[in-house]
C-alpha cells in the first residue's frame, strides 16, 4: 500500500510499540491480506453462498462438503476467518494512515522553500537566465504568467538570494489518504453487516440453530432473534393472499428466525412468459402494515426493483407454488381391481393412503404451471418445448422411506406417440427416471390401466391360458390334457411373473433356473409364449372396448400394444403400487421474497465514493513543483528555474518548455 511505502519512522520511545506498528504498517501484510479477500471473494462469487447443507453434499459428496464445511465457503462473507482478515486489515490500514497521514498533510501546505541551489541545478528540468533587472521586478514579473499555469506561489527572501515557489495539484497526495480510508470504511462496513453479535450468540450456544422442518410458530425461543437485530439476510415465501412478519436465515444445517417490526401482506402477484414458456419477469404487489403508521403502506417491488422501508430492503427474489389445491386419480397398478378413486389435496399437504402394500404418506411437495424441456426426436434438431403443467410428490412408507415423483398432466409428444410422463427418482442426487404410459385412442389412459390390471387378474389370466393352450394343441394326442395343464401352467406363470418384473424377471429366471447351454433357446421358447399369451388378453381388451377386429388390429392399436408392455415392464422399478394422475388444479401462487438489514451498507457506499475519488486524485491530478532561485552574480541578477512532475513528466516537461518560453520573451 502506497502510505506503507512511506512509512519509515519508529517509535524511539517504545521499541515494543514501534515493532507492533511496523509490523501492522507493513506492504507485506497489507498486500497478503488484501489477496486474501480478494480470493475469498472469487470463492464467494463462484460458490453460491447459504444454500441449505443437503445441496452441497449433493453437489460436492460427503468428504468435499466436510472440508468445505470447516474452512467456511458456505457463508465466506460471515465466516469467522473472513472476518477476522477484514479486522486485521482495518488496523493495518488504520496504521498506515496514523503514521502516515500528518507527515503528508505537511507536505500538501508546505512549499518547500528550503532549498539549495545545488540541488534545484541538479533537476532534470532546469533553466537559467541572467538579466539587469532587479529581484523585486523579476518577481513582480513572473508571478502572473506562473499563477496563469495554476500554480499558487510563495516567496521568501533567505540572506543573499531570493526563493519562489509555487505547487499545483497538491490534492494528489489526498488521494493516498482517501484510498486508503475508503478501505478502512469498507472493511467496517463489511464487518458491521457480517453480524459480529450474531457469530458471537451461536459460537457461545446462546442460540440454537433449528433443523427441524417445523411451522414457524413452534420454533423454540432459542432461534430466534430479536427484532433489534442490527443486521441480517433472509427469506421468506408468502403465497397470494397471505402474511408474514418473519423471515428465515439460513445458517449451517439449519435456520433461524428473525421477526421483523411490521407485517407483509402480498396483494397481488404477476408473471410475464415467453411464448416458451420461460419467466420473462414478475413482480409482487404489497401491502406493509406496520402499527407505527396510520394507513397501510402499498408498493410494486420487481427484480432489481426493491422496496426500502425504515431500514429494511425488501427484494423480490423467486417464486413458487403458494398451495395450489389439486384434484387427484389413483390408480392402482397391482392387483385385480383397478378401480380408480379421486382424492382432493393441495400442495405442502400431506394425505394419508390405503394401498395394496400397505399405509402410504402422499408428500404433495409442488406444482409448476409450465415446464421447459429439451426434445431430441429423432431426425431432428433440439429444441425446447413446454410440457405443460406437472406436479411433484413423494410417497413415504410406514418405515419413513420416500420415493419422489414428478408427473405430468398432459400427454406429452414423443417420436409422433403421446404418452403420459411419470418421473422417479430414489435419491435427490439423481436425475428423474421416467415411465412412459401410452394413449390410447380417446386421449386417456383408461386401456393401459384396464391391460395393466388384468395381467394380475389372476382368475382371467388361467382362463384365457387354458383357452390358448387348448386351441394351440391337438385334440388326437393321447397326452393332450397334461400338455394342455402344463402349458398353460407356463403361460400363467410367465404372464404373472412379467407383470410383476416386466421381461428382466422372465430373463432372470431363465438365468437361474436353466443349465447355461440351453438358455438361449428356452428363452427364445418362453418369450414366443409369453407374447402370444399377451397378445390374446390385448386381443380380448380390444373386443371388450368394442373395436372390430374383423380386419384384425390397426397399426395404431399395435403400436399401443408395444409401447403399454414396454411400460408394463418398467413398472417393477417404478416403486409405487399406484399412478396419480393430475385431474384439475387451482393454480396459488407465492412470491420469494429477500429482506435485508444493512446499516453498514451507507458506509461501504461511503467507502466507494471515496475510492473513486482517491483513484482520480492519484492518476489524474498532476502534482507538480516550481523554484525560482533569484540572486545577484557578477553583477547581474541570475534566475535559475527548476521543477519536478510527481506523474504524467512527459506533460510536466511540455508545460515546463512552454513555461520557459514565455519567461524566456520576458526576461530578453
Not at 120 to 137: D, G, K
Not at 150 to 164: A, K, N, P, T
Not at 201 to 218: M, W
Not at 424 to 429: D, F, G, T
Request: hydrophobic share 40%; proline share 4%.
Amino acid at each position: 500500500m502506497a502510505l506503507s511505502a512511506t512509512a519509515t519512522r519508529q517509535s524511539s520511545r517504545n521499541p515494543g510499540s514501534g515493532l507492533l506498528l511496523g509490523f501492522l504498517g507493513s506492504m507485506n501484510l497489507a498486500i497478503t491480506l488484501l489477496v486474501t479477500v480478494g480470493i475469498a471473494s472469487i470463492v464467494g462469487t463462484v460458490l453460491k453462498q447459504n444454500e441449505a447443507y443437503q445441496n452441497y453434499i449433493i453437489k460436492f459428496g460427503p468428504f468435499w462438503f466436510e472440508v468445505f464445511n470447516a474452512l467456511g465457503l458456505y457463508d465466506v462473507y460471515s465466516a469467522a476467518w473472513f472476518l477476522l482478515i477484514l479486522t486485521f486489515l482495518v488496523l493495518s490500514t488504520s496504521t498506515c494512515i496514523y503514521r502516515n497521514a500528518p507527515q503528508m498533510l505537511h507536505d500538501m501546505r508546505s512549499y518547500r522553500l528550503n532549498v539549495r541551489f545545488s540541488s534545484l541545478n541538479a533537476f532534470h528540468n532546469r533553466h537559467e537566465w541572467r538579466t539587469n533587472s532587479t529581484p523585486a521586478a523579476l518577481l513582480a514579473s513572473l508571478t502572473p504568467v506562473v499563477q496563469d499555469f495554476g500554480y499558487r506561489i510563495r516567496s521568501e527572501q533567505q540572506g543573499d538570494h531570493l526563493i519562489v515557489s509555487g505547487k499545483k495539484g497538491a490534492i494528489n497526495r489526498l488521494g493516498y489518504l482517501f484510498t486508503h480510508v475508503a478501505i478502512v470504511v469498507i472493511c467496517l462496513g463489511g464487518l458491521l453487516d457480517g453480524n459480529l453479535p450474531l457469530k458471537w450468540r451461536a459460537f457461545t450456544g446462546d442460540i440454537a440453530i433449528e433443523t427441524r422442518d417445523i411451522p414457524a410458530s413452534e420454533v423454540p425461543p432459542a432461534s430466534r432473534l430479536p427484532v433489534t437485530n442490527p443486521s441480517f439476510r433472509g427469506s421468506v415465501s408468502v403465497p397470494e393472499g397471505s402474511a408474514s412478519d418473519m423471515v428465515f436465515l439460513t445458517l449451517r444445517d439449519g435456520y433461524l428466525v428473525q421477526p421483523l417490526p411490521f407485517t407483509i401482506r402480498v396483494k397481488d402477484f404477476r408473471i410475464e412468459h415467453y411464448e416458451t414458456g420461460q419467466p420473462k419477469s414478475f413482480e409482487s404487489d404489497l401491502v406493509i402494515d406496520d402499527a407505527e403508521r396510520n394507513e397501510p403502506l402499498e408498493a410494486t417491488i420487481a427484480v432489481n426493483h426493491p422496496l426500502l422501508y425504515k431500514g429494511y430492503a425488501i427484494y423480490q427474489a423467486s417464486f413458487g407454488d403458494g398451495g395450489s389445491e389439486l384434484e387427484l386419480r389413483l390408480w392402482p397398478l397391482l392387483g385385480a381391481d383397478g378401480t380408480p378413486r379421486d382424492i382432493a389435496g393441495a400442495v405442502f399437504k400431506d394425505l394419508e393412503l390405503d394401498t395394496s402394500v400397505g399405509k402410504l404418506q402422499l408428500e404433495l411437495t409442488n406444482f409448476r404451471l409450465f415446464n421447459i424441456n429439451p426434445v431430441q426426436e429423432e431426425g431432428k434438431e433440439k429444441t425446447l418445448r413446454n410440457f405443460g403443467p406437472n406436479f411433484s410428490f413423494k410417497l413415504r412408507n410406514e418405515r419413513g422411506e420416500a420415493v419422489e415423483y414428478e408427473n405430468y398432466m398432459s400427454p406429452v409428444t414423443m417420436d409422433g406417440r403421446d404418452f403420459y410422463l411419470s418421473g422417479v427418482r430414489y435419491e435427490p442426487a439423481e436425475p428423474f427416471h421416467y415411465l412412459y404410459i401410452p394413449v390410447d385412442a380417446q386421449g386417456g389412459i383408461e386401456r393401459f390401466m384396464q391391460f395393466n390390471t388384468w395381467l394380475h387378474d389372476l382368475e382371467r389370466i388361467q382362463r384365457i391360458a387354458g383357452e390358448t393352450a387348448a386351441q394351440s394343441l391337438p385334440e388326437s394326442k393321447a397326452d393332450a390334457p397334461e400338455l394342455a395343464a402344463g402349458l398353460t401352467q407356463s403361460m400363467v406363470r410367465l404372464v404373472t411373473l412379467f407383470a410383476a418384473r416386466g421381461f428382466d424377471g422372465v430373463v432372470e429366471e431363465v438365468e437361474a433356473s436353466v443349465p447355461e447351454a440351453e438358455q438361449s433357446s428356452v428363452l427364445d421358447a418362453y418369450l414366443k409364449v409369453l407374447q402370444t399369451m399377451l397378445a390374446v388378453m390385448y386381443a380380448e381388451l380390444l373386443t371388450e372396448n368394442g373395436v372390430d377386429l374383423t380386419q384384425g388390429i390397426s397399426m395404431q392399436d399395435s403400436v399401443f400394444f408395444d409401447d403399454a408392455l414396454t411400460a408394463i415392464g418398467a413398472l417393477g422399478s417404478y416403486g409405487a403400487p399406484l399412478y396419480v394422475q393430475l385431474d384439475s388444479f387451482r393454480h396459488i401462487q407465492s412470491t420469494g421474497l429477500q429482506i435485508a438489514r444493512a446499516p453498514g451498507k451507507t458506509m461501504v457506499y461511503i467507502g466507494f465514493a471515496l475510492l473513486i475519488a482517491g483513484v482520480f486524485c492519484m492518476f489524474y491530478v498532476a502534482a507538480n513543483r516550481l523554484w525560482f532561485w533569484i540572486d545577484t552574480k557578477d553583477g547581474q541578477t541570475r534566475v535559475l528555474l527548476a521543477g519536478s512532475g510527481l506523474r504524467h513528466q512527459r506533460d510536466f516537461e511540455k508545460e515546463f518548455v512552454r513555461l520557459q518560453q514565455i519567461l524566456d520573451a520576458r526576461f530578453s
